[in-house]
């Protein structure tokens, strides 16, 4: 199962996401549901990367991509990202809800995280 975590600010934005795990639906290099979960999560880092100000922080490795962003970003710089990361939520949502017993979305606050 895929496991999607969004961290949340004390403002209630999203300030990253962190995806793990592997969705099963099908072989290794033939399972659309994560190359569909990949494919949003790899293209909203590259969108952040390439629109904003300061470099997100980014962590990859098998399995398990996280994504955070500046804390000094400018007020253009956060809507920018702020958009970028709600086109995400909304993709890995739909996602989520057509196949459900292979991708889960979670919130939790970005405090909670270390």
Not at 25 to 52: F, H, M, N, P, R
Not at 54 to 74: E, F, H, M, N, Y
Not at 88 to 100: H, W
């Amino acid at each position: 199962m895929i496991r999607v975590t969004f961290w949340r600010g004390r403002d209630g934005e999203l300030g990253g996401f962190r995806v793990t795990g592997h969705a099963g639906y099908g072989t290794k290099g033939g399972d659309i549901v994560c190359a569909a979960v990949s494919a949003l999560a790899q293209t909203a880092v590259l969108g952040l990367e390439d629109q904003l100000e300061g470099k997100p922080q980014v962590t990859i490795s098998d399995g398990d991509l996280q994504c955070r962003l500046p804390a000094d970003l400018s007020p253009a710089g956060a809507r920018t990202a702020r958009v970028i990361l709600r086109t995400l939520e909304v993709g890995l949502n739909t996602i989520a809800i057509d196949y459900r017993p292979y991708v889960q979305v979670e919130y939790k606050t970005l405090s909670s995280e270390t």
